[in-house]
């Protein structure tokens, strides 16, 4: 039965697989729509802007690491960012804004904002910060995801600035730098279309963005039309870091498409799916499926299954990235079975595989309960945040 663990603000979203089958099937269909059943209400990204300057991200992978070893426990083989930003008074009707930095557009209309070349111009000049490719510029739209982590309103279109902003904010991975048409007073019934003001706005994310997830065309508010230009989006190149107490990262072709082992065993233990992506998460999960399993699901001749083995990558879905998959093994398998870069369901929906990296566990559980070699999994990986 799946479930869901809700943590403090912004710490991840994981859904579990329901009990494993082989993985002759591969991608996790029915694990995927829980996930994204689970997550259609979070915010997906920054609110239109008001009175408020930004939404500092909360994510830490501390504790989205005691949450995905929890949910081992409380739903045997995620976390979740249920956004609980500070909730403040209501802006009061017809109250003034802080004015953008952008410059305005003449004349004050949402056409003419979003055919504004000076906005073109400032987007397609803007530098690639070092260590992150760009995903895409220009675009209409800002990015939707259930990885949003929270935003920043800039001085200037300063994607350099915004980088800073990332690589400080614990589990991001990527981010949206726009320009957006706002009102400078709050909408109401006696200012329902007031004068329009240009704020630059800086959004994070936990994982990947690119192109067709910058489906936020704006909103009405009132009368006033908030719009979006000169979006841009910039994706991490690094790989992921290595994890306590396993060796790895190694980088692999596509997801593991593991066989039945040598002794004709199914070594598959079940998957998650984060919304983050924090491969901390797979490592606790494992570790601690290894201790629930030990204490719980020993057979009568004394053994049971360890995780020893991970694979993580990004999983998209009609080239709209979902998240984070975490697929566990008892066994190590080694890249020349990473043949999985891609399937469709019977609706028809395209899922591919990214940036996919395996992890070992240093030393290897043997799964038998006497054995001291199975104390190494006793407690789940951490990383400092």
Request: a negative charge; aromatic letters at 10%.
């Amino acid at each position: 039965m799946r479930s869901i663990i809700a943590v403090s603000a912004l710490a991840a979203f994981a859904v579990a697989a329901p009990a494993p089958s082989p993985q002759v099937d591969g991608i996790d269909f029915d694990g995927v729509a829980a996930f994204e059943s689970a997550v259609a209400t979070l915010p997906q990204g920054p609110p239109a802007t008001g009175t408020a300057t930004a939404s500092i991200p909360t994510y830490t992978s501390t504790l989205a690491d005691t949450a995905a070893a929890a949910s081992a426990t409380s739903d045997p083989v995620v976390t979740n960012p249920s956004d609980k930003r500070s909730i403040s008074k209501r802006d009061t009707a017809c109250g003034a804004y802080k004015a953008g930095a952008a410059p305005p557009t003449t004349p004050d209309t949402d056409t003419a904002f979003q055919s504004n070349s000076n906005y073109s111009t400032i987007a397609q000049g803007a530098p690639t910060p070092q260590g992150y490719s760009e995903a895409f510029s220009n675009l209409g739209g800002a990015v939707q995801s259930p990885s949003y982590l929270g935003y920043y309103i800039l001085n200037s279109y300063d994607t350099i600035k915004c980088q800073e902003y990332c690589d400080a904010a614990n589990g991001c991975n990527a981010f949206n730098v726009y320009i957006e048409r706002d009102p400078s007073v709050d909408p109401a019934d006696a200012c329902p279309n007031p004068p329009s003001t240009a704020n630059y706005k800086c959004s994070l994310f936990g994982a990947p963005v690119c192109d067709d997830m910058a489906t936020n065309v704006g909103q009405y508010r009132e009368q006033f039309h908030v719009v979006i230009t000169g979006s841009n989006g910039y994706v991490k190149t690094a790989p992921p870091p290595a994890q306590t107490n396993f060796t790895g990262p190694t980088e692999l072709g596509g997801a593991i498409q593991a066989p039945l082992n040598s002794q004709g065993q199914d070594t598959y233990l079940g998957m998650r799916l984060f919304s983050v992506y924090d491969p901390s998460q797979c490592a606790a999960v494992c570790q601690s499926t290894t201790a629930y399993d030990k204490k719980h699901l020993v057979s009568s001749s004394g053994t049971y299954a360890p995780c020893n083995f991970f694979n993580t990558y990004i999983l998209s879905k009609n080239n709209v990235v979902k998240g984070m998959y975490c697929s566990m093994y008892s066994q190590h398998w080694d890249k020349s079975y990473s043949t999985n870069v891609g399937q469709w369901d019977s609706a028809g929906n395209h899922y591919t595989v990214s940036s996919s990296y395996s992890y070992d566990l240093t030393v290897p559980d043997s799964g038998t309960i006497n054995s001291a070699a199975s104390s190494s999994s006793s407690a789940p990986a951490s990383q400092t945040s």
